[in-house]
C-alpha cells in the first residue's frame, strides 16, 4: 500500500476551484497467495471508505462552523438593530426633556421678568435660577443618553456586518460545480495493481490442491507397493535400492503424466511455462514418494501413522492457503522444513509468477537426496547384517 505525499495536501482543495482526488495505492499478487489477494481487494474497499467517511466529516464540520457563524453575524445584526431602535427612543425621551427644560426655562425667565419690574431681586429670581440649572443639567444628560445611544447603534452594526462579511467570504470561496460534488461525495479513490493476474479462483488455488494430490497419491502408492521386501537375494544394496525405487520412478513418470494432461487438457490450465509445471510435477512426485517410504521404511508402522500428522502439519504451515505470517509463530518456524512449501511456491511460479524455480528445485532435491540416503543406508546394513534372508522368497 503507497500513500503519496499529496495526499493530505489534496484533502484541503475538495471544495476549491481544482479539487483534488485522495489516492491509494495498492500492489497484490494473485498469483503468489490467491486467498490473500481477495482478503486485501476487500480491506482496499473498507479503508477507501473509512477514509473517505473522515474526510466527509471534515469538511462537513467546515459547512456547518461557516453557516454557524454567519448565523452569528445575522445575530450580532440583529441586535444593533435593537440598539437602533433602544437609542432612538432614549433619544426622544431626551428629546422630550430637552423640551420640557425649555418650557421650563421660559417660564422661569417669564417669572423673574414679572417679580423684577424695577430691578430688584426677590424670592421668585432665585426659584428662577434654580430651575435654569435644572434645566442644565436635564440637557447634559439627555445629550450623555443621546451619545450612548449611537456609540452603542454604531458599535453592534460593525459587529454585525464584519461577521457577515466574514461569513459570507468564506461561504463564496466554497464551488458548488458537479466536480466538487463529485469529489466530496467519494474523496478517495484506490488504483490496485496486480503482479501477477489470474483468471479464475481454479488457476490460484491449483498450485495448493496440485500438491495435496502428489502428496496423497504417493501415501496410496506407499500403501500398496511394497518397496523393502526383496523378490530375489539382491547381489547388493544398490541392486536392492535400484530394483525397488526403478519401481516408484515408473510410478512417478506415470502419475505426472496423468496429472499434468488432466490439469492442461481436461481443466484447460493456463501456466507461465509447462516446461517448469511438467518438471515440478515429476520431482514433487519423488519428492512425497521418497518422504513416504522414508517413513514407513525407517520407522514402521509409526512412520506410516507418522506420515499423516506430518500431511496435516504441511497444510497448515506450508503457506499453500494463507501465508504463514499470519497462522502462528510455530507456523512461522516449521515453514522452511516442510517439502510442501517448496513444491507450491515452484507450481506457483510455473502457473502464475513465471521467473526462475531454481530455489525450489534444489531445495526439493536436497530433500530427496537426503531421505534417498537414510534408505540406501537401510538396505546397505540390511545386506551386511543379512537381515533380509527370511524376506526372500527366491
Not at 506450508?318 to 518456524?333: C, E, H, K, R
Request: aromatic share 8%.
Amino acid at each position: 500500500m503507497t500513500v503519496p505525499k499529496n495526499f493530505s495536501q489534496n484533502a484541503t482543495t475538495l471544495l476549491s476551484k481544482h479539487p483534488q482526488s485522495m489516492r491509494l495505492y495498492y500492489r497484490i499478487s494473485s498469483g503468489r497467495n490467491f486467498v490473500i489477494s481477495k482478503m486485501i481487494t476487500g480491506a482496499t474497499t473498507a479503508i477507501e471508505h473509512q477514509v473517505g467517511l473522515k474526510v466527509t466529516q471534515m469538511y462537513v464540520g467546515v459547512l456547518l462552523r461557516t453557516v454557524h457563524q454567519t448565523a452569528n453575524g445575522f445575530g450580532v445584526a440583529g441586535t444593533g438593530d435593537q440598539r437602533l431602535v433602544n437609542g432612538l427612543n432614549q433619544v426622544q425621551t431626551a428629546t422630550q426633556k430637552l423640551a420640557t427644560g425649555q418650557a421650563r426655562l421660559t417660564a422661569g425667565m417669564n417669572k423673574i421678568s414679572f417679580a423684577v419690574p424695577n430691578g430688584s431681586v426677590t424670592g421668585q429670581l432665585k426659584q428662577g435660577l434654580n430651575q435654569l440649572g435644572q434645566v442644565s443639567a436635564g440637557l447634559a444628560a439627555g445629550q450623555t443618553v443621546v451619545n450612548t445611544g449611537l456609540s452603542q447603534l454604531a458599535q453592534g452594526e460593525a459587529q454585525g456586518a464584519h461577521r457577515l462579511l466574514a461569513g459570507q467570504q468564506r461561504l463564496l470561496a466554497l464551488n458548488d460545480s458537479t466536480k466538487n460534488i463529485d469529489r466530496l461525495a467519494q474523496p478517495v479513490q484506490s488504483t490496485l495493481t496486480d503482479d501477477s493476474a489470474v483468471p479464475n479462483n481454479g488457476t490460484g488455488m491449483s498450485p495448493f490442491a496440485v500438491a495435496i494430490g502428489l502428496f496423497v497419491g504417493a501415501l496410496a502408492m506407499g500403501t500398496m507397493f511394497d518397496a523393502y521386501t526383496p523378490v530375489t537375494r539382491p547381489k547388493s544394496a544398490i541392486n536392492w535400492w535400484l530394483a525397488k525405487f526403478s519401481v516408484i520412478g515408473v510410478v512417478c513418470g506415470l502419475q505426472t503424466g496423468f496429472l499434468g494432461i488432466a490439469l492442461k487438457m481436461g481443466l484447460g490450465l493456463k501456466t507461465m511455462s509447462d516446461a517448469q509445471l511438467w518438471l515440478m510435477l515429476f520431482v514433487g512426485s519423488v519428492l512425497f514418494l521418497s518422504v513416504i517410504y522414508g517413513f514407513r521404511l525407517l520407522l514402521g508402522n509409526f512412520g506410516i501413522w507418522l506420515t499423516t500428522v506430518f500431511l496435516v502439519l504441511q497444510l497448515g504451515s506450508s503457506g499453500g492457503i494463507y501465508p504463514v505470517q499470519l497462522t502462528s509463530n510455530f507456523a512461522t518456524v516449521l515453514n522452511p522444513f516442510l517439502p510442501m512449501t517448496y513444491l507450491i511456491d515452484g507450481l506457483r511460479h510455473a502457473i502464475s509468477l513465471g521467473g526462475s524455480i531454481t530455489t525450489d528445485l534444489w531445495t526439493m532435491t536436497l530433500f530427496i537426496v537426503g531421505v534417498q540416503l537414510l534408505i540406501f543406508g537401510k538396505f546397505l546394513l540390511a545386506t551386511r547384517q543379512k537381515t533380509f534372508e527370511s524376506l526372500v522368497t527366491k
